[in-house]
């Protein structure tokens, strides 16, 4: 504990920006050095954009155990499953510029490659169902055979297709639109017809359309084994991949090639440029406001959460503050949550360098209500 305090003194742990008031911020940062005063979580990385534009990128414990290498605002994290509302965004900017539609047919928009037909429901695969999981495709990434393959061959770099194929010839979970089950599988899809369409790839798609528009240096793709500023990620002893503890080796490399998320996430990130996104994305100028009332329209996804519903790429939580809007995501090591609160106009995003959900003494999501109460206090603390 005591490396831990004199890594932070060397080491400022919070960027405040102008405009910030520093009794919030102190406030804030006391809250996240709380959370890893135990040492079970490392590290977390927390952002927040306030209803009059003003950001905060904090940061608070350890980017590295054996190293005790201090986690800073500028550490990139994997963000898991909040990478697919960058897929989402692309594909909804498409739908704004009339080259794709919400209700056309995957294989239509993919030209009908020959392994398609094997895919379940694949005659009634459409733009919106593979948005809204509501396809009963198999969620590739939990096939045992398919991380199998991951470890196995750590260096490989997997194709869209050679992903796709771990559920060809599967018996749908249900039939197209008659439920929900998540499932990165979908968002594949859909990042293959992101290429398809724009004849582009994706991430430089979202490069093009959103990363270099917003000023996000601090997202980045998540598209190599060795990756710029990555913290070290603990999955646990007990992780139900079968993969070490510590997701980057001696080298800095990472164990297996975390490339193979791609559209399913494929990004790593910080608190802060995830904020800003959330901020961007859901009360900014990203979407057309009739598009975003569509992505905001949620339908029942209880498999994901109580009360939760599921969007075009977003999920809405209902809450204390009204309801938030946003995505949740997990990676081997790394657990990721941002929000927004349309009724406050307020972005809230955390992140953690571990997966192991028995070391947070509360849920990520119960976090960034408490960021968010901090910011609604009386302005007497802020001033």
């Not at 414990?61 to 499953?81: E, M, V």
């Not at 039939?175 to 990165?184: I, P, V």
């Not at 949620?298 to 075009?312: N, Q, S, V």
């Not at 003494?361 to 960021?371: A, N, Q, R, Y």
Request: aromatic share 8%; net charge negative; hydrophobic share 45%.
């Amino acid at each position: 504990m005591i490396a831990i305090l004199l890594a932070a003194l060397a080491f400022p742990s919070f960027q405040e920006h102008a405009g910030a008031p520093a009794e919030l911020t102190r406030a804030l940062q006391a809250r996240l050095d709380a959370l890893v005063a135990d040492g079970k979580p490392p590290g977390v990385s927390a952002g927040l954009v306030l209803a009059d534009g003003t950001e905060l990128a904090l940061a608070a414990g350890l980017a590295d155990r054996s190293k005790k290498t201090p986690l800073t605002p500028h550490g990139h994290l994997c963000a898991g499953s909040t990478g697919k509302t960058f897929v989402a965004a692309t594909i909804l900017q498409l739908v704004q510029a009339g080259a794709i539609a919400l209700d056309d047919f995957a294989g239509d928009l993919l030209e009908s490659p020959p392994w398609f037909e094997r895919l379940p429901n694949a005659g009634e695969l459409t733009v919106e169902l593979l948005l809204r999981h509501r396809t009963g495709l198999e969620r590739h990434e939990f096939l045992p055979e398919f991380m199998g393959a991951v470890l196995a061959n750590p260096d490989r770099v997997w194709k869209p297709e050679e992903i796709v194929a771990y559920v060809l010839d599967h018996e749908a979970k249900f039939a197209a639109g008659s439920d929900f089950a998540y499932s990165d599988t979908n968002y594949i899809l859909l990042g293959m017809i992101v290429e398809h369409v724009t004849k582009k790839p994706l991430y430089e798609e979202v490069q093009r359309r959103f990363l270099t528009p917003l000023g996000l240096k601090d997202v980045v793709p998540q598209d190599a084994r060795t990756l710029p500023g990555l913290a070290n990620g603990y999955a646990g002893a007990q992780n139900p991949f079968g993969v070490p503890d510590e997701m980057l080796g001696a080298d800095g490399r990472f164990i297996l090639n975390p490339q193979f998320e791609w559209a399913g996430g494929g990004f790593i990130t910080t608190g802060g440029d995830l904020a800003r996104w959330a901020h961007a994305l859901y009360g900014g100028a990203v979407l057309e406001e009739e598009t975003r009332a569509k992505m905001l329209d949620g339908m029942d996804a209880r498999e994901i959460g109580r009360g939760l519903r599921y969007g075009l790429g977003a999920m809405l939580w209902p809450g204390a503050h009204g309801t938030s809007v946003g995505h949740a995501g997990f990676f081997p090591g790394y657990l990721t949550e941002m929000h927004y609160w349309p009724e406050h106009g307020i972005a809230v995003a955390v992140q953690v360098n571990t997966s192991e959900y028995a070391a947070l003494d509360l849920p990520l999501g119960k976090l960034c209500e408490e960021l968010l109460d901090l910011t609604l206090k009386p302005v007497a603390v802020h001033r």
